[in-house]
């Protein structure tokens, strides 16, 4: 919501937000049934004030008058006892809505609507506990609310409570409660985040872990959408834990996570194209996945598209200098040391780029100063390259007051 005096007019020119509303009023008055008449006769009134932007001041004035009137009728039914009108009011305390921002006004009245037994004031107000909202905080107060939402079936609460039974968070740890909780969460079949949670409890517990329980769990969270599920089921199906090993299985893992954008799943779904691993051979698409993860940052992906279109590949696609100087410089722009190094002896040598001596010592110093020896090595070559070699006596008197 943007209060007037956010609305998007200079207030200077202005000379206040509230004139500005009084004037279009005043306006509205003047022309009740145009109020593009009565925006312009403001703007007249106001030289520095553009129609749009008295336009847009009215309207957020209108959207406050709404605003302002839903908080009446909320209050007055929030007044009555009804715990969906308290949770309103909270929210509109929490969120500075036509009142001041207050959580501990927010806090009270969920509190009120927590005690008529609302699932969703109890929810909320356990946030509100673990966080210190508006209360004291009190971890061992928010898990008892989770607890209380939990079993009155809100999703979100039974994962939280699970999780917090698990840590021992504001309780003694737990582990069948743990399961329990996660389970009926995961069960809902909305809550994907409780099957990865039970994948990890079930993959790592100490001693007694098992892997085809995590599987499961991972399984059904990768299949509702969760991308490190869909992942971790990548890579399970590639190293046969937990299930049997299976790489047509892992590359398809790793598309559906490299299509929901995981730059290091497409990365490895490139690598799987080029070898044929899980799926015929396509280097053409390979490049395609890896240019999407470059073009966000990842430096692997540049650095990888270096090396192939460096060496291009036989029968599919010649090698290609100017693409592979391209994403070189990308990843040496990202601070990498190594393609900081290789892009420095393209420019000594000119290879997809013209020779130019002051950026390959500028590349080479960086990267020396980052430790890399072959930055340090060829540096110190090319400062002595412009050095005159000394005559001989001169070198054997010199090497006489060294001794």
């Known amino acids: 919501m943007k209060l007037l005096w956010q609305a998007g007019y200079k207030g200077a020119v202005i000379g206040g937000a509230l004139s500005t509303a009084l004037l279009v009023h005043a306006a509205l008055a003047a022309n009740p049934n145009d109020s593009n008449k009565a925006a312009q006769a403001t703007a007249t009134e106001r030289p520095g004030i553009s129609v749009a932007q008295v336009n847009e001041a009215t309207a957020t004035d209108s959207q406050n008058d709404k605003q302002r009137e839903a908080f009446k009728w909320y209050m007055r039914a929030a007044k009555n006892g009804l715990p969906d009108a308290q949770i309103e009011i909270a929210r509109f305390y929490a969120e500075g809505i036509v009142v001041p921002k207050d959580e501990v006004e927010s806090a009270r009245w969920l509190k009120m609507a927590a005690d008529q037994d609302n699932e969703w004031a109890i929810f909320q107000l356990a946030d509100y506990y673990a966080e210190g909202r508006g209360v004291p905080k009190d971890d061992a107060k928010a898990t008892e609310l989770y607890g209380q939402a939990a079993e009155k079936g809100i999703a979100w609460a039974q994962y ?22 996660l389970t009926r969460a995961a069960e809902t079949g909305s809550f994907s985040a409780a ?126 200098p100017d693409a592979a100087t391209h994403w070189l ?67 054997a008197n010199a090497a006489a007051e060294v001794q």
């Open 160 to 181: 939280t409570y699970g999780t917090r039974q698990l840590e021992g968070l504001g309780t003694k740890p737990d582990l069948v409660a743990a399961v329990t909780w």
């Open 195 to 320: 099957y990865s949670a039970l994948g990890n409890y079930y993959a790592q517990r100490l001693g007694q872990e098992d892997q085809v329980e995590a599987a499961k769990w991972y399984l059904k969270a990768a299949e509702s959408g969760d991308n490190f599920a869909q992942v971790e089921m990548a890579n399970r199906y590639a190293d046969g834990r937990g299930v049997p090993r299976d790489e047509t299985e892992a590359t398809k893992w790793q598309l559906k996570a490299a299509e929901q954008g995981n730059e290091w799943s497409q990365i490895d779904l490139a690598e799987r194209l080029l070898a044929g691993k899980g799926t015929d051979p396509d280097p053409r698409a390979a490049i395609r996945w890896l240019e999407r993860a470059a073009n966000n940052g990842n430096v692997h992906a540049q650095t990888a598209l270096v090396d192939l279109f460096d060496k291009g590949r036989p029968g599919v696609f010649p090698a290609d």
């Open 329 to 395: 410089i990308k990843a040496a722009k990202a601070g990498n040391v190594n393609a900081q190094f290789d892009l420095a002896l393209r420019y000594i040598d000119g290879t997809g780029v013209d020779v130019d001596r002051e950026k390959a010592m500028g590349l080479l110093r960086g990267a020396a100063e980052e430790g890399n020896a072959q930055a340090q090595l060829r540096l110190a070559e090319l400062l002595l390259e412009d050095v005159p070699e000394p005559e001989p006596d001169a070198a």
